[in-house]
C-alpha cells in the first residue's frame, strides 16, 4: 500500500502506517499462501472490497448507508444492499395509488410525456401480432430495427454505426446498465456531473464502482464546463456519464461546449463516457448534437438512446446502445445471460416509429 503520513492523522490511520512499515516480504509469502488455500478467500476479499466502496460512495453523496434490520433473516448480497430505492419509482407508485383513490395527481417524478403512442406505431403492433412475430428475436434486436437505428444515427446526428454496433435492450435504463456493467472494474470511478438522474450512483455502486459527484452550477445553466470535469479527473476515473439534454435539469449542451469536454478526455485516454442522450427529440432552442459525432469520440463513447421520450412509448420498453464494436460484442454476450431480446412486438413499433413518426 502507498500510503503516506497527513496532517490529520487519526489514530487508526497512525497504526495502518505502521503495520506497512513493518510488512515485509516474509509477511506478503504468508498472505499469498492464507489466499492460494483458503477456499473462501477470494470471496472475502470480494466483501472487504465491495465494503470500502460503499464506504467512499457514502461519503461522497453525504448519506450514510442505511442499516441492515436487525430481525432480518434474509443476508442479501452486499451490491443490493447497498442500493437505495429509486425515488423516482417510488414518487410515481404513490402518484399511481393516489389517482386510484380518485384523487386529481400532476405527477412531475417519471419522464413521460402527456401525449398516446402514435396511431402507425399501435397499427404496428397490431400487424406483428397478426403475422405471428411473437417469438424470440436475436438476442441483440431485429436486423430491421438495428439498420432502422443505424439509419437514424446517420441521417439525423451524423454519427456512422453498423446494425452489428447496436444493442436493443429493454429500456435505455437496461441499456445504461450493461454499458456501465462491461466498463467499471472493481473501484473504477465515475464521474456524475450533478444535478443528475437518480438511477446513475445507484447503477455504478451496482457496477462496482466509486460515484464520483461533478457539481455543475447555476450560473453556467448547469451545464459541466472544463474547469468542473478537470477537478474531478483522478488517475482511477474510468468513466463520464454525459446527459445531454440533462435529466432533471433540462441543460443542452451546445457543440462548443461538448468539444471543450472533449478536449479535456483528450489529455484522459483511458477514459470512456456513456452518453445518455435519451431527451434528444425534446429540445427548444438548442440543437442537439451527439457526443461520438465529435472528432476522436467514437471509438470511447457508448451512446444510450430509446423511444420513451420522443415517441411516448415508455410502457413498450425499447432503447438500445450504439456503441464500438468490441463494446457492443460485450453488451450483446451480458445481454445474452440476462433478459435476451426485447419484446418482439415492441421492436416493430420502435421501426414504425422511426420510419413513420
Known amino acids: 500500500l502507498d500510503l503516506k503520513s497527513t496532517p490529520i492523522n487519526t489514530k487508526g490511520y497512525e497504526s495502518l502506517l505502521k503495520l506497512v512499515d513493518n510488512t515485509t516480504k516474509d509477511t506478503f509469502d504468508l498472505f499469498l499462501a492464507l489466499f492460494k488455500y483458503n477456499p473462501s478467500s477470494r470471496q472475502q476479499l470480494e466483501q472487504v472490497q465491495q465494503a470500502f466502496v460503499n464506504i467512499r460512495n457514502a461519503l461522497d453523496s453525504g448519506v450514510a448507508p442505511a442499516a441492515a434490520a436487525s430481525d432480518s433473516r434474509i443476508d442479501l448480497g452486499p451490491r443490493v444492499k447497498a442500493l437505495a430505492p429509486s425515488k423516482t419509482s417510488a414518487v410515481t407508485?404513490?402518484?399511481?395509488?393516489?389517482?386510484?383513490?380518485?384523487?386529481?395527481?400532476?405527477?412531475?417524478?417519471?419522464?413521460?410525456p402527456d401525449f398516446p403512442v402514435a396511431d402507425v406505431v399501435k397499427e404496428a403492433i397490431v400487424d406483428a401480432m397478426d403475422s405471428d412475430r411473437t417469438r424470440y428475436t436475436e438476442v441483440v434486436g431485429t436486423l430491421e430495427l438495428r439498420s432502422s437505428i443505424a439509419a437514424y444515427l446517420l441521417g439525423k446526428k451524423g454519427v456512422a454505426y453498423a446494425p452489428t454496433d447496436i444493442v436493443v435492450s429493454n429500456g435505455a435504463k437496461q441499456s445504461i446498465l450493461q454499458a456501465m456493467l462491461v466498463l467499471t472494474r472493481p473501484g473504477?470511478?465515475?464521474?456524475?456531473?450533478?444535478?443528475?438522474w437518480v438511477s446513475y450512483p445507484e447503477i455504478v455502486t451496482l457496477s462496482g464502482g466509486v460515484s464520483v459527484i461533478a457539481e455543475t452550477l447555476p450560473e453556467a445553466g448547469y451545464i459541466l464546463t472544463p474547469e468542473v470535469l478537470r477537478a474531478a479527473l483522478t488517475p482511477r476515473s474510468r468513466i463520464l456519464v454525459l446527459c445531454n439534454p440533462s435529466n432533471p435539469t433540462g441543460a443542452v449542451m451546445t457543440k462548443d461546449q461538448l468539444q471543450a469536454i472533449a478536449d479535456v478526455l483528450v489529455e484522459f485516454p483511458k477514459i470512456f463516457v456513456i452518453s445518455d442522450e435519451i431527451y434528444e427529440r425534446i429540445c427548444f432552442g438548442t440543437p442537439h448534437y451527439s457526443f461520438a459525432g465529435l472528432a476522436g469520440m467514437h471509438q470511447r463513447t457508448i451512446t444510450i438512446n430509446g423511444f420513451s421520450k420522443a415517441y411516448a412509448m415508455t410502457g413498450l420498453?425499447?432503447?438500445?446502445?450504439?456503441?464500438?464494436?468490441?463494446?457492443?460484442?460485450?453488451?450483446?454476450?451480458?445481454?445474452?445471460?440476462?433478459?435476451?431480446?426485447?419484446?418482439?412486438?415492441?421492436?416493430?413499433?420502435?421501426?414504425?416509429?422511426?420510419?413513420?413518426?
Not at 407508485?93 to 413521460?112: H, K, Q
Not at 464500438?324 to 416509429?353: F, I, N, R, Y
Open 317 to 357: 420498453r425499447v432503447g438500445y446502445a450504439a456503441a464500438p464494436s468490441e463494446l457492443a460484442a460485450a453488451m450483446a454476450k451480458l445481454q445474452g445471460h440476462t433478459t435476451s431480446c426485447a419484446c418482439s412486438l415492441s421492436q416493430a413499433a420502435a421501426v414504425a416509429a422511426l420510419k413513420h413518426v
Open 93 to 112: 407508485d404513490l402518484a399511481t395509488r393516489l389517482r386510484r383513490e380518485g384523487r386529481d395527481i400532476v405527477s412531475l417524478s417519471v419522464g413521460e
Open 188 to 196: 473504477d470511478e465515475v464521474v456524475i456531473p450533478a444535478p443528475y
